[in-house]
C-alpha cells in the first residue's frame, strides 16, 4: 500500500520556525521527484517546493523562497520542509505529494503528481 504521512503541523507565532516531514511507504522512493503544496481556507492549492529524486536539487515558489528549505533523506524514505520566519500567511493545510521521475535533476510543481499525503495544518498566529 503505498502511503505519504505528513508529519504533525501545529501552531507557531509569526517569525517562528517549524518543520514537517512526509514519510513515504509502498513506492521506489528514490524513483520519485516530490513537492510540498499548501491549501489556505478558501483558496486555491498552492505549490510551495519541490525536490528532485537524483541529486537533490529544489525549486521555490517565491512567497516562500529564502524561508523554506526543502530536503530529502532516501535512507529513510523522507522529505522535509523547515520552514522559517514565519508568516501569518503561511497558514495552511500542507500537502506532499511525489511524481515517478527517476534519474533527474529537476522537479516542477506542475507534475502529475501519482500519490498525495492527507495534509496537516500549519497556523501562524500573528
Known amino acids: 500500500e503505498v502511503q505519504l504521512v505528513e508529519s504533525v503541523g501545529g501552531l507557531v507565532q509569526a517569525g517562528g520556525s517549524l518543520r514537517l516531514s512526509c514519510a513515504s511507504s509502498?513506492?521506489?522512493?528514490?524513483?520519485?521527484?516530490i513537492g510540498w503544496f499548501r491549501q489556505a481556507p478558501g483558496k486555491e492549492r498552492e505549490g510551495v517546493s519541490c525536490?528532485?529524486?537524483?541529486?537533490?536539487?529544489?525549486y521555490y515558489a517565491d512567497s516562500v523562497k529564502g524561508r523554506f528549505t526543502m530536503s530529502r533523506d532516501n535512507a529513510k524514505n523522507t522529505v522535509y520542509l523547515q520552514m522559517n520566519s514565519l508568516k501569518p500567511e503561511d497558514t495552511a493545510v500542507y500537502f506532499c505529494?511525489?511524481?515517478?521521475?527517476?534519474?533527474?535533476?529537476?522537479?516542477?510543481?506542475?507534475?502529475?503528481?501519482?500519490?498525495w499525503g492527507q495534509g496537516t495544518q500549519v497556523t501562524v498566529s500573528s
Open positions: 509502498g513506492f521506489t522512493f528514490d524513483d520519485y521527484a
Open positions: 505529494a511525489a511524481t515517478f521521475f527517476p534519474d533527474s535533476s529537476t522537479c516542477s510543481l506542475l507534475f502529475r503528481h501519482d500519490y
Open positions: 525536490i528532485s529524486s537524483s541529486d537533490g536539487s529544489t
